[in-house]
């Protein structure tokens, strides 16, 4: 890693190092510095402060949760043009905040968090909902909760998230009750900021792009410290980065505490071949 991955996860560090909330768009947006290593956070923070701004100006100082809803809806799918990115959903462009802000174009996640920081500024409480395979956003009102679909601010109905819910559900031979309710919970800011990087993790793998999925892996330690399955993932990342020694460290960390796991005899297999080249390197 050179000396800007380093700063980069120092200052990630920073952020989420915190009790909840985090500064939630801020360690967001910082994911983008692995794609774009000079890039400078404070432009599209201020794009985000200058958009609020305009909002703010036209919302009544009387203006209901409500109202505001509608007036940010507007402001935000048929003003600004933010949208799903459908065309092409999995380009890791549309997981960094920086790039969602400037081509208005995301999944989910990104402009569900984009939505939420421009909601916070207007003094609308939004929540994140880490939902199965589609996240979404809640705001509570007297009335009850308005559930939100990020991708195009449209509200769902109850039979429409049990639809959504209920391929999942299958799967896993539950049944709906009380799993919607379930499912509908907030999401932490710390859970939101791992399913992003999942998300990256995820596009990453298939492309076969190791140093990107490396940075994401280092990330997510720095967010899970307890979780093994990371750790080994990020040791099978350096491994294909030929860094054996960094692979070995992890792959045995994670052996020496899951000697039973169901990879553990793949994973010992791998060991002779990266010793070896650790002592060549040595």
């Not at 600004?80 to 989910?108: E, Q, W």
């Not at 009335?143 to 209920?166: H, T, Y």
């Not at 997510?220 to 993932?233: C, G, N, S, T, V």
Request: aromatic content about 8%; glycine content about 4%.
């Amino acid at each position: 890693m050179g000396k800007h991955d380093i700063d980069a996860l120092k200052y990630f560090r920073l952020l989420v190092g915190k009790e909840e909330p985090m500064l939630l768009f801020e360690a967001a947006l910082s994911l983008g510095q692995d794609s774009e290593p000079n890039l400078d956070l404070t432009i599209p923070q201020m794009q985000m402060d200058a958009l609020a701004l305009t909002l703010q100006k036209r919302l009544p100082a009387d203006a209901s949760p409500i109202q505001k809803l509608r007036m940010l809806n507007h402001f935000f799918y048929q003003e600004l043009g933010f949208c799903g990115n459908a065309n092409d959903y999995y380009h890791p462009d549309n997981s960094y905040l920086h790039r969602v802000m400037t081509t208005r174009r995301g999944i989910p996640i990104s402009l569900a968090i984009i939505y939420i920081e421009l909601a916070q500024q207007v003094g609308l409480q939004i929540s994140g909902i880490s939902f199965p395979g589609h996240f979404l956003m809640k705001l509570s009102v007297q009335s009850g909760e308005i559930i939100l679909d990020p991708f195009n601010g449209s509200s769902l109905s109850k039979e429409e998230l049990e639809a959504r819910l209920e391929p999942y559900l299958h799967a896993l031979n539950e049944v709906m009750e009380p799993q919607l309710a379930h499912h509908l919970q907030p999401a932490s800011d710390r859970e939101i900021l791992v399913r992003m990087l999942r998300n990256l993790k995820m596009v990453f793998l298939e492309r076969h792009a190791w140093q990107c999925l490396l940075n994401v892996q280092q990330r997510l330690i720095i967010l899970l410290p307890d979780d093994l399955a990371e750790k080994r993932d990020r040791g099978l990342t350096y491994a294909h980065l030929n860094c054996p020694q960094a692979a070995l460290q992890d792959i045995e960390y994670y052996l020496a505490r899951r000697p039973d796991a169901v990879d553990a005899d793949v994973l010992r297999n791998k060991l002779p071949a990266l010793r070896y080249a650790a002592n060549k390197l040595n």
